[in-house]
């Protein structure tokens, strides 16, 4: 099961796309989902790690905001990686929001179709959500 959220920046869930099956990409979630005509049209921009390269283009306003990858040949100026160490820092509280849900032995296990799981996922995430706020 593969599924895309949105999180605030201290990594409070805000919402759930629609879960897809697990073979799935993050581009071609997020374009079924449309998340940049969404966050477009709330003014909002988001980061997201290097799976979501490409999606956005706009090099004059970026909705998306991703790292940058070195290669053999091609080494990262230290612009690049004090650059990728600020988006590190930015997404940290929203990687540890998701660590401890997947970790859940139902969610590898699910058999049901998408719009199920979506469901379920909204459920668990609001229950997981409820339970911090009342523990912090």
């Known amino acids: 099961m593969h599924f895309l959220a949105a999180t605030g920046e201290k990594g409070c869930l805000i919402r759930i796309f629609a879960a897809r099956p697990g073979r799935t990409h993050d581009n ?7 998340i940049l005509a969404h966050l477009r049209a709330a003014g909002l921009g988001a980061l997201a790690d290097l799976g979501f ?3 956005d ?5 970026p909705v998306i905001v991703t790292g940058y990858t070195a290669s053999r040949i091609h080494k990262l100026t230290e612009g690049q990686q004090d650059a990728d160490r600020v988006l590190s ?6 990687e540890h929001s998701f660590t401890h849900p997947k970790n859940w032995r139902i969610l590898t296990e699910l058999r049901t179709g998408p719009a199920r ?10 229950l997981t959500d409820l339970e911090v706020n009342r523990t912090d």
């Open 28 to 34: 071609t979630a997020a374009r079924h989902d449309r």
């Open 53 to 55: 390269r490409g999606l």
């Open 57 to 61: 283009n706009d090099i004059l306003d």
């Open 89 to 94: 820092v930015g997404r940290a509280p929203v």
């Open 117 to 126: 799981d979506t469901r379920l996922l909204r459920a668990l995430f609001v």
